[in-house]
């Protein structure tokens, strides 16, 4: 029996409970959950599996940015004097954005603020990611957004592919509470929003969006599935990465 079907048979008897293997190209990973909320749940890229292409721009594309914005829980004060009251307090809310990526040159790797993975602008890979923000409130002039990816756009023919993901690190209950958004905007286009609306709240991470180098344009795929883990999703999408508890080694 060759290696690949020794393999195959491995991930098909790990992911026995899980039968259905991803379909992201040759990935041999398992398929996470697809919100089963599609219609109702985004504001332009609508349902899983939609995607936009961009065409080249002439002289390349300026600073692409990739925004996720939350909010924070409202719950009811449980102690004597907050039911009495009726009080309700914020609950701060750690949901993290980060992409995998793959360079035309065959490098591959990780961006998140889990593990200090920042990224470079100027260098490989040409994507940085800005400061955490561990709370989710809107006080500053980000256009709400309180985590921002940044590609650099006139490097986008050396970059291959970009998966944009969502994860849950600290206080979130579910997906459906902090109702996350993704921005992705390209210069010179419309603004393309994702918004998440689903009770898939005992898989903490989402992979969201896709973009995809094609002749040098963007295309722009809705991914919106649900995964156990950073683990997991690196496999369904083949990108080949080792993990040790969310974070790359």
């Known amino acids: 029996m060759s290696r690949d079907n020794?393999?195959?048979n491995s991930l098909m008897e790990a992911s026995r409970s899980r039968a259905s293997?991803?379909?992201h190209g040759k990935a041999k990973g398992a398929a996470g959950y697809i919100s089963d909320t599609d219609d109702n749940s985004y504001n332009f890229l609508g349902t899983t599996g939609q995607h936009e292409i961009f065409n080249p721009q002439?002289?390349?594309y300026d600073k692409i940015r990739i925004g996720a914005a939350w909010q924070n829980e409202q719950v009811k004060d449980a102690g004597f004097f907050g039911k009495l009251l009726k009080k309700a307090r914020k609950q701060?809310?750690?949901l993290d954005l980060g992409c995998l990526y793959e360079l035309q040159n065959g490098k591959r790797g990780a961006i998140q603020a889990f593990g200090e993975m920042h990224g470079s602008f100027n260098q490989e890979p040409y994507i940085s990611l800005s400061d955490d923000d561990r709370t989710g409130d809107d006080d500053d002039d980000d256009d709400g957004e309180?985590?921002?990816?940044?590609?650099n756009g006139q490097k986008w023919p050396e970059i291959k592919r970009i998966l944009i993901y969502l994860y849950i690190y600290d206080g979130a209950h579910n997906w459906a509470q902090v109702q996350p958004q993704i921005q992705v905007r390209v210069p010179n286009e419309k603004p393309m929003i994702?918004?998440?609306?689903t009770l898939k709240s005992e898989m903490g991470l989402c992979s969201v969006v896709g973009l995809e180098n094609v002749r040098n344009g963007i295309k722009m795929?809705?991914?919106t599935e649900y995964y156990p883990g950073h683990a997991e999703m690196d496999r369904a999408y083949g990108f080949g990465l080792e993990w040790e508890d969310g974070q790359k080694r």
């Open 21 to 23: 293997f991803s379909g």
């Open 221 to 223: 795929i809705n991914y």
């Open 6 to 8: 020794i393999s195959t």
């Open 194 to 197: 994702v918004t998440l609306h």
């Open 92 to 94: 701060g809310v750690d």
């Open 58 to 60: 002439k002289g390349g």
């Open 146 to 151: 309180d985590e921002i990816i940044f590609i």
